[in-house]
């Protein structure tokens, strides 16, 4: 087992290429990548991993393809973007399992309420991103919980969980905006419409899209890169803005979409 090699800190070792292979054919979220890109990919998963610090909690034991695992689909999010976009925060705690946050809140009569919330994943402002290994490896189209929690690390690079991270020039804030609200509007009327229904409604998006603009992001972000013929088909105005953004495009087809830039 390789469990050493990128877990010392300082490691500077490449990604072995059988396992590098081994990591990029478990998910279809790389098939867009090209040869040169997938090369680019690779080197800066490494950069990733010297980078950033994975701890096991709970007494799980890290293995390379563990961590390589998620440094690959982290850095597919920032491929076209840089490391630079993840600047500010070191670490990423995996869990044996779904894991409790302790929440408090304060309701509008000023009653404070204390509760545990069970998560597969959860992004800290400014610190770590915590995961559930089960829910890595859970995997499929329309979900993946690492693409989700390092979406809201971009998101939340400008300040704000609002659902719109720093945008580039040439992509307009206002028609980000107004793209993002129509499409959680009518996903949110889409939830509405199924809850109440007696028939088979689906979704195009994990239904925690509609909890906020920033899940909507977050979850877009990751069926962009799961299952994009199902976003497009939903919503072809926000699918555009995120190939914009993200310089991407897993259907290549975009129309709108910039030349890749690096
Ligand atoms: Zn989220």
Known sequence: MLRWLFLR??????IPDALWEETLSISPSFDHLDREARARLKTLSEAFLREKRFYGAHGLELTDAMVVRIAALAALLILELGLVAYRGW???VLYPEAFMIPRREMDAAGAVHEYAEI?????WEDGPVLLSWPDVEAACAGYSVVLHEFAHKLDLLNGAADGMPRLHSGISAAKWLRALEEAYAD?????AAMETSTTCVVLPLDDYAAEDYSEFFAVASETFFTDPRALESAYPDFYRLLAQYYRQDPLGCAAGAPPVSR
């Open 187 to 191: 996903f949110c009327g889409r939830v």
């Open 119 to 123: 998560a597969s994943g959860e992004a």
């Open 9 to 14: 800190p300082g490691s500077r070792r490449a």
């Open 90 to 92: 070191v670490g990423i």
